[in-house]
């Protein structure tokens, strides 16, 4: 949707981009320029077994830790802000794509947002130890 993505890139402000494909979640901080988009960090649910992570790879706590992981790396790299690019992604209360937002923001990052739309933080405390490992 190019008036979506045109009202993010006006807001000068890297994107937090969430993509989900059939098993796993992407989720990159991106910075437009003209000659092209440049991606400033990644994390991808691939990355989680790695930490000890033994779950699915496509479920909502493995998008809080890619968002978590993004969000991290993201402070490290001095992006300490961000808005949200979900593309085509429907916006539904609670969704797993606004579990890699709450993600992102429990790690530091700063995206605005409502947290009416943010699944509850209980939900992820089953993950503490892969988020540890993180930090």
């Not at 691939?46 to 779950?55: I, R, V």
């Not at 209360?93 to 947290?115: I, K, Q, T």
Request: charged share 25%; aromatic share 6%.
């Amino acid at each position: 949707n190019y008036k979506k993505r045109l009202s993010l890139l006006l807001s000068h402000k890297p994107r937090l981009v969430v993509r989900k494909s059939n098993k796993n979640y992407t989720v990159q901080v991106i910075e437009y320029q003209k000659e092209g988009d440049r991606v400033l960090v990644s994390a991808t649910s691939k990355e989680l077994a790695a930490l000890g992570y033994k779950g699915h790879c496509g479920n909502s706590k493995a998008a809080y830790l890619v968002g978590y992981l993004a969000g991290k790396r993201a402070l490290k790299n001095k992006v300490e802000s961000a808005v949200l690019d979900m593309g085509m992604v429907s916006a539904v209360l609670g969704s797993v794509a606004f579990a890699a937002l709450r993600g992102a923001v429990d790690a530091g990052l700063d995206v605005p947002h409502n947290e009416e739309i943010l699944p509850a933080a209980e939900s992820f405390s089953e993950v503490d130890a892969v988020k540890k490992k993180i930090s």
